[in-house]
Every structure is written in C-alpha cells, then in structure tokens.
T-cell receptor
C-alpha cells in the first residue's frame, strides 16, 4: 500500500525567512502528488499538484514544490514566508481514486 | 459557485444520540468523500462515492457509522448511537471525475459528543 510521510510535525520560522516542508511518498507506479493547506477552522485548500511533465511545480501564494523520483520526495518551498502562511500543510498522493494524506506539518510564522 | 456546503458547522450532542451530518457537493462533481480529522489520528478517509455509489467504505469505523448518497446533490453521514470518541471534525470533499483531478473540501462539521 502507498504511504505518504511528512518528516516534520512542526516547523517554526520567522517572517520573511525561507521554508521547506518535507514530504516522501512510496509508490511503485505512476503517482500524482498534491499539497493542501488548512487554515485554522477551515477546510483543506489545494496549493499545487504534480501530475506529469516539469518536476518543478508552482502553486498559489508563492509556494512551489519539486518532484524528485529518485528520492521519492515532493518537498514544498517558499523563499519568503508571511505571517498569513501560518497553517497546517498536508502532502497527499493518489491511490485507486483516493488520496493518501500525510500526517500534516504545522507551519508557524513568527514576527 | 458556492463550493462544497456542509451542515451543521457545529454540533454538540450527548452520548447515545443520533447525529446526521450533511453535504452538498459542487454541481457536476461526481465523486464525494467523507473524512474525519482528529489530533490523534490525523485525516482519515471514511467512505467515498462515485456517481452516487459507495466505492470504498473500508474506513468506516464500525456499524454505528453509515453514509448515503441518494442523489448527485446530497449526501449524509450518520452516527447512531454517538460516543465521545466520535468527537472530531468531519469533512466532505468532492471531485470532478477520477484521478488526477483534485478534491475540493467543505468547511467541515465540528462534532462534540459529551
């Protein structure tokens, strides 16, 4: 069975600093990968997705992610974070019509 | 479009009572998913429907949980009888077609069972 592992449960950073949220997946077949963001007391919202083609994927709010097949990773990055980026971030991959989610990474941006 | 609509947004009930959560998908979306989110277990898929037919209910915790999708514009998740350990946020998500389309999430229903 496929699995998605988010390597950090919490990531505290200062405003305007760069950030990387790490995600590893396990799959022996073609995979689609997603990053979702959940702001407090809200549902999940799609940040970006990798389906095929270019391994660097750009999403909303200045986020981007890089698909690395050899390392089975799909890390999320932002060069300069804002207070408003404080949220929980979920990595997910497809499996038989379903999404398999990681446990989430709580990003806390401090002034 | 109004997005995925869930009701109620908050529900507080006593142990043993029946709870019904409702979801209205985005018009035209033919796949619907019910998730449960807790601090301990994270985000869990309970069941999903494709064209109103349940495809995978392996995540439904036990017989106290049931879900229906009588038509393309409405789904319910019912818990009977409810227990304190059912306290969680329940999300409905819908999708247009199959892979690789993304899922669109509703705002969730926060359920508290006392």
């Amino acid at each position: 069975a496929q699995s998605v592992t988010q390597l950090d449960s919490q990531v505290p950073v200062f405003e305007e600093a760069p950030v990387e949220l790490r995600c590893n997946y396990s799959s022996s077949v073609s995979v689609y990968l997603f990053w979702y963001v959940q702001y407090p007391n809200q549902g999940l919202q799609l940040l970006l997705k990798y389906l095929s083609g270019s391994t660097l994927v750009k999403g909303i709010n200045g986020f981007e992610a890089e698909f690395n097949k050899s390392q089975t990773s799909f890390h999320l990055r932002k060069p300069s974070v804002h207070i408003s980026d404080t949220a929980e971030y979920f990595c997910a991959s497809n499996q038989g019509g379903k999404l398999i989610f990681g446990q989430g990474t709580e990003l806390s941006v401090k002034p | 479009d109004a997005g995925v609509i869930q009701s109620p947004r908050h529900e507080v009930t006593e142990m043993g009572q029946e709870v019904t959560l409702r979801c209205k998908p985005i018009s035209g979306h033919n796949s619907l998913f019910w998730y449960r989110q807790t601090m301990m277990r994270g985000l869990e898929l309970l069941i999903y429907f494709n064209n109103n037919v349940p495809i995978d209910d392996s995540g439904m915790p036990e017989d106290r949980f049931s879900a229906k999708m009588p038509n393309a514009s409405f789904s319910t998740l019912k818990i009977q009888p409810s227990e304190p350990r059912d306290s969680a946020v329940y999300f409905c998500a819908t999708r247009l077609g199959g892979d690789p389309y993304e899922q669109y999430f509703g705002p969730g229903t926060r359920l508290t069972v006392t």
